[in-house]
Protein backbone atom coordinates (compact mmCIF):
# COMPACT_ATOMS: atom_id res chain seq x y z
CA UNK A 1 0.00 0.00 0.00
CA UNK A 2 1.74 2.95 -1.35
CA UNK A 3 -1.12 5.42 -1.89
CA UNK A 4 -1.58 7.65 1.39
CA UNK A 5 -5.32 8.29 0.89
CA UNK A 6 -5.83 4.36 1.14
CA UNK A 7 -3.34 4.33 3.91
CA UNK A 8 -5.73 7.17 6.10
CA UNK A 9 -8.77 5.07 5.06
CA UNK A 10 -7.15 1.84 6.94
CA UNK A 11 -6.50 3.86 10.05
CA UNK A 12 -9.39 5.21 10.15
CA UNK A 13 -11.16 1.77 9.72
CA UNK A 14 -8.45 0.64 12.91
CA UNK A 15 -10.15 3.55 14.91
CA UNK A 16 -13.74 3.72 13.80
CA UNK A 17 -14.89 0.33 11.52
CA UNK A 18 -16.41 -2.88 13.18
CA UNK A 19 -14.06 -5.27 14.89
CA UNK A 20 -13.72 -7.51 11.14
CA UNK A 21 -13.06 -4.14 9.46
CA UNK A 22 -10.01 -3.09 11.97
CA UNK A 23 -8.93 -6.71 11.63
CA UNK A 24 -8.24 -6.35 7.46
CA UNK A 25 -7.04 -2.72 7.70
CA UNK A 26 -4.71 -3.82 10.11
CA UNK A 27 -3.17 -6.83 7.79
CA UNK A 28 -2.88 -4.28 5.01
CA UNK A 29 -1.22 -1.80 6.99
CA UNK A 30 1.20 -4.42 8.11
CA UNK A 31 2.98 -4.26 4.81
CA UNK A 32 2.70 -0.36 4.54
CA UNK A 33 5.79 1.99 4.91
CA UNK A 34 6.11 5.41 5.70
CA UNK A 35 6.21 7.66 9.27
CA UNK A 36 2.87 8.27 8.86
CA UNK A 37 2.04 4.77 8.97
CA UNK A 38 4.12 4.15 12.31
CA UNK A 39 2.96 7.51 13.59
CA UNK A 40 -0.62 6.50 12.82
CA UNK A 41 -0.66 3.12 14.75
CA UNK A 42 1.64 4.34 17.46
CA UNK A 43 -1.58 6.85 17.97
CA UNK A 44 -4.37 4.30 18.16
CA UNK A 45 -2.08 2.33 20.21
CA UNK A 46 -1.81 4.65 22.99
CA UNK A 47 -5.51 6.17 22.78
CA UNK A 48 -8.01 4.37 21.26
CA UNK A 49 -10.88 4.08 22.74
CA UNK A 50 -12.04 0.42 21.90
CA UNK A 51 -10.00 -2.56 22.95
CA UNK A 52 -9.90 -3.78 19.39
CA UNK A 53 -8.50 -0.69 17.77
CA UNK A 54 -5.54 -0.90 20.08
CA UNK A 55 -5.10 -4.36 19.06
CA UNK A 56 -5.21 -4.22 15.66
CA UNK A 57 -2.87 -1.71 15.65
CA UNK A 58 -0.35 -3.55 18.21
CA UNK A 59 -0.84 -6.48 15.37
CA UNK A 60 0.23 -4.00 12.38
CA UNK A 61 3.26 -2.45 14.60
CA UNK A 62 4.24 -6.26 15.13
CA UNK A 63 4.76 -6.35 11.59
CA UNK A 64 6.33 -2.87 11.24
CA UNK A 65 10.13 -2.86 10.95
CA UNK A 66 11.40 0.40 12.61
CA UNK A 67 12.57 0.87 16.21
CA UNK A 68 9.82 3.61 17.25
CA UNK A 69 8.11 0.35 16.45
CA UNK A 70 9.59 -1.63 18.98
CA UNK A 71 9.52 1.07 21.35
CA UNK A 72 5.25 1.93 20.98
CA UNK A 73 5.06 -1.85 21.44
CA UNK A 74 7.42 -1.99 24.72
CA UNK A 75 5.19 0.99 26.15
CA UNK A 76 2.09 -1.28 25.85
CA UNK A 77 2.88 -4.09 27.24
CA UNK A 78 4.32 -2.97 29.94
CA UNK A 79 1.36 -0.77 30.51
CA UNK A 80 -0.83 -2.10 34.03
CA UNK A 81 -3.92 -0.32 32.83
CA UNK A 82 -3.97 -1.61 29.49
CA UNK A 83 -6.08 -5.02 28.80
CA UNK A 84 -4.27 -8.17 29.24
CA UNK A 85 -5.70 -8.98 25.60
CA UNK A 86 -4.09 -6.03 23.91
CA UNK A 87 -0.54 -6.44 26.02
CA UNK A 88 -0.62 -9.97 24.54
CA UNK A 89 -0.58 -8.76 21.30
CA UNK A 90 2.15 -6.70 22.31
CA UNK A 91 4.28 -8.76 23.75
CA UNK A 92 3.58 -11.13 20.50
CA UNK A 93 4.68 -8.23 18.21
CA UNK A 94 8.12 -7.82 20.42
CA UNK A 95 8.89 -11.48 20.27
CA UNK A 96 8.48 -10.57 16.15
CA UNK A 97 11.20 -7.66 16.19
CA UNK A 98 13.49 -9.44 19.20
CA UNK A 99 13.90 -12.76 18.09
CA UNK A 100 16.95 -14.66 18.30
CA UNK A 101 18.48 -13.61 14.97
CA UNK A 102 18.42 -10.26 16.25
CA UNK A 103 21.17 -7.48 17.50
CA UNK A 104 21.46 -8.04 21.45
CA UNK A 105 20.38 -4.86 22.55
CA UNK A 106 19.40 -2.44 25.01
CA UNK A 107 15.77 -2.77 24.25
CA UNK A 108 15.89 -6.61 24.01
CA UNK A 109 17.20 -6.97 27.72
CA UNK A 110 14.63 -4.60 28.60
CA UNK A 111 11.98 -6.54 27.21
CA UNK A 112 13.42 -9.83 28.27
CA UNK A 113 13.47 -8.29 32.11
CA UNK A 114 9.65 -7.59 31.47
CA UNK A 115 8.71 -10.96 29.91
CA UNK A 116 10.73 -12.89 32.81
CA UNK A 117 8.98 -10.56 35.51
CA UNK A 118 4.95 -11.44 33.48
CA UNK A 119 6.15 -15.66 34.07
CA UNK A 120 4.56 -14.24 38.17
CA UNK A 121 1.84 -12.26 36.37
CA UNK A 122 -1.48 -13.58 37.68
CA UNK A 123 -3.06 -13.47 33.80
CA UNK A 124 -2.49 -16.33 32.24
CA UNK A 125 -2.48 -14.53 28.89
CA UNK A 126 0.50 -12.77 29.85
CA UNK A 127 2.29 -15.53 31.11
CA UNK A 128 1.28 -17.44 27.70
CA UNK A 129 3.26 -14.73 26.00
CA UNK A 130 6.14 -14.26 27.90
CA UNK A 131 6.97 -18.18 27.49
CA UNK A 132 6.13 -17.19 23.82
CA UNK A 133 8.44 -14.15 23.74
CA UNK A 134 11.07 -15.70 26.15
CA UNK A 135 11.59 -19.03 23.78
CA UNK A 136 11.25 -16.88 20.96
CA UNK A 137 14.41 -14.70 21.48
CA UNK A 138 16.04 -17.83 22.99
CA UNK A 139 16.57 -16.43 26.26
CA UNK A 140 18.54 -18.69 28.26
CA UNK A 141 18.31 -16.66 31.88
CA UNK A 142 14.53 -17.49 31.71
CA UNK A 143 15.01 -21.39 31.74
CA UNK A 144 14.58 -21.98 35.28
CA UNK A 145 11.10 -20.00 35.96
CA UNK A 146 9.85 -21.49 32.58
CA UNK A 147 11.02 -24.81 34.11
CA UNK A 148 8.70 -23.90 37.18
CA UNK A 149 6.05 -23.00 35.29
CA UNK A 150 6.36 -26.17 33.03
CA UNK A 151 5.86 -28.01 36.21
CA UNK A 152 3.15 -26.19 38.47
CA UNK A 153 1.25 -23.89 35.79
CA UNK A 154 -2.54 -24.68 35.39
CA UNK A 155 -3.43 -21.53 33.78
CA UNK A 156 -5.40 -21.59 30.15
CA UNK A 157 -4.79 -18.79 27.67
CA UNK A 158 -8.33 -17.72 26.33
CA UNK A 159 -8.53 -19.44 22.65
CA UNK A 160 -4.56 -21.36 23.09
CA UNK A 161 -3.44 -24.11 25.55
CA UNK A 162 -1.75 -24.38 28.92
CA UNK A 163 0.62 -21.61 29.88
CA UNK A 164 3.02 -25.11 31.23
CA UNK A 165 2.91 -26.20 27.50
CA UNK A 166 3.80 -22.60 26.01
CA UNK A 167 6.37 -22.97 28.71
CA UNK A 168 7.58 -26.48 27.78
CA UNK A 169 7.79 -25.12 23.77
CA UNK A 170 9.53 -22.30 25.18
CA UNK A 171 12.52 -24.43 26.88
CA UNK A 172 12.73 -26.65 23.40
CA UNK A 173 13.15 -23.68 20.97
CA UNK A 174 15.80 -22.07 23.50
CA UNK A 175 17.72 -25.15 23.66
CA UNK A 176 17.69 -25.82 19.80
CA UNK A 177 14.55 -28.18 19.69
CA UNK A 178 11.56 -27.60 17.74
CA UNK A 179 8.98 -28.34 20.30
CA UNK A 180 5.50 -29.54 20.27
CA UNK A 181 2.63 -29.77 17.07
CA UNK A 182 -0.45 -28.69 19.62
CA UNK A 183 -3.83 -27.10 18.58
CA UNK A 184 -6.00 -24.67 21.02
CA UNK A 185 -8.00 -26.61 23.92
CA UNK A 186 -11.30 -25.92 22.28
CA UNK A 187 -10.04 -27.94 19.46
CA UNK A 188 -9.42 -31.11 21.05
CA UNK A 189 -11.34 -33.87 21.87
CA UNK A 190 -12.83 -34.70 25.32
CA UNK A 191 -10.15 -37.78 25.11
CA UNK A 192 -7.70 -35.64 23.77
CA UNK A 193 -7.11 -32.43 26.02
CA UNK A 194 -4.23 -32.86 28.61
CA UNK A 195 -0.77 -31.19 28.01
CA UNK A 196 0.75 -35.00 27.10
CA UNK A 197 -1.78 -35.67 24.48
CA UNK A 198 -0.88 -35.56 20.86
CA UNK A 199 -3.13 -33.17 19.27
CA UNK A 200 -2.83 -32.31 15.57
CA UNK A 201 -0.46 -29.95 14.33
CA UNK A 202 -0.97 -26.11 15.28
CA UNK A 203 0.24 -23.09 13.21
CA UNK A 204 4.46 -22.43 12.63
CA UNK A 205 6.17 -20.22 15.41
CA UNK A 206 7.78 -18.01 12.72
CA UNK A 207 5.24 -15.30 12.51
CA UNK A 208 2.23 -16.87 14.60
CA UNK A 209 -0.61 -14.99 15.15
CA UNK A 210 -3.96 -14.96 16.48
CA UNK A 211 -5.98 -16.88 13.45
CA UNK A 212 -8.79 -17.80 15.86
CA UNK A 213 -9.88 -14.61 16.81
CA UNK A 214 -8.67 -12.11 14.10
CA UNK A 215 -8.22 -14.16 11.01
CA UNK A 216 -4.92 -12.92 10.54
CA UNK A 217 -3.31 -14.96 7.65
CA UNK A 218 -0.15 -13.93 6.98
Given at each position: ?16 G???E?C????E ?10 A??TRI???G???C?R ?5 A??W?KD ?7 L??A?D ?14 L?M?LG ?6 R ?10 E??R ?9 A ?15 L ?8 G?C ?7 E????A ?8 G?ER?PLH ?14 P ?16 R
Amino acid sequence: MRARPKIAHALARIQRGSEVEACEAAKELADAKGGDVLAGLTRILRSGERPCSRESAAYALSWNKDRKAVRALLMCATDPDELDSVRGQALEGLAMHLGSGSTRSRMRRKAEDFMIEMLRSPSPTLRFWACFGLGTMGCRRAVPRLRKLERTDRGVCPGWWYVREEAEDAIEWIEGRPGQERQPLHMRTEQNNEPDASPKPRPKRQGRVRTRRRRRGR
